[in-house]
């Protein structure tokens, strides 16, 4: 895993958040630690979250824009042979998710991985609580 990398997971909250305290209190220490305990970490706690994130066009364009580093929705549209108007979409689907960031370049809209990470690292705890609140569609946790 490179250092630059958004880790996603699965209802992992208070794993994660416990993790930040301890990140914390070793810093307030003074301790040194590896950057990467430190890498921006995106939690969904709810399941259609992550079916949304794992459909199978999503996961082709976050593997485009984390390998070609394409320069506009357009030459992302044709590097995977999709509509203008389906990419799009999609786009904004994992913008909504928080995995994507969009940056402005003139006239055009350049996909990115969310601040600017160049992997993604997904990490689902099994057994799986479906019965999650809907009260709570992500947390996010940043550290």
Same mark, same amino acid.
């Given at each position: 895993?490179?250092?630059?990398? #958004?880790?996603?997971?699965?209802?992992?909250?208070?794993?994660?958040?416990?993790?930040?305290?301890?990140?914390?209190?070793?810093?307030?220490?003074?301790?040194?630690?590896?950057?990467?305990?430190?890498?921006?970490?995106?939690?969904?706690?709810?399941?259609?979250? =992550?079916?949304?994130?794992?459909?199978? $066009?999503? #996961?082709? $364009?976050? !593997?485009?824009?984390?390998?070609?580093?394409?320069?506009?929705?357009?030459?992302?549209?044709? $590097?995977?042979?999709?509509?203008?108007?389906?990419?799009?979409?999609? $786009?904004?689907? #994992?913008?909504?998710?928080? =995995?994507?960031?969009?940056?402005?370049?003139?006239?055009?809209? +350049?996909?990115?991985?969310? !601040?600017?990470?160049?992997?993604?690292?997904?990490?689902?705890?099994?057994?799986?609580?479906?019965?999650?609140?809907?009260?709570?569609? +992500?947390?996010?946790?940043?550290?």
């Amino acid at each position: 895993m490179t250092t630059n990398t #958004l880790k996603i997971t699965y209802g992992q909250r208070d794993n994660n958040q416990r993790a930040a305290r301890e990140r914390l209190r070793r810093a307030e220490a003074g301790e040194e630690f590896d950057e990467q305990e430190a890498a921006f970490i995106l939690n969904f706690e709810e399941l259609a979250d =992550v079916e949304r994130l794992m459909r199978r $066009l999503n #996961l082709q $364009l976050l !593997d485009i824009i984390a390998s070609e580093r394409p320069e506009s929705i357009r030459e992302t549209a044709r $590097l995977v042979d999709r509509d203008y108007k389906e990419v799009h979409r999609n $786009l904004k689907e #994992l913008e909504e998710l928080g =995995v994507i960031e969009f940056t402005r370049d003139g006239n055009s809209k +350049r996909p990115i991985l969310r !601040d600017g990470t160049e992997a993604i690292d997904l990490s689902i705890t099994f057994p799986i609580d479906t019965d999650t609140s809907d009260s709570t569609s +992500r947390q996010e946790t940043s550290a």
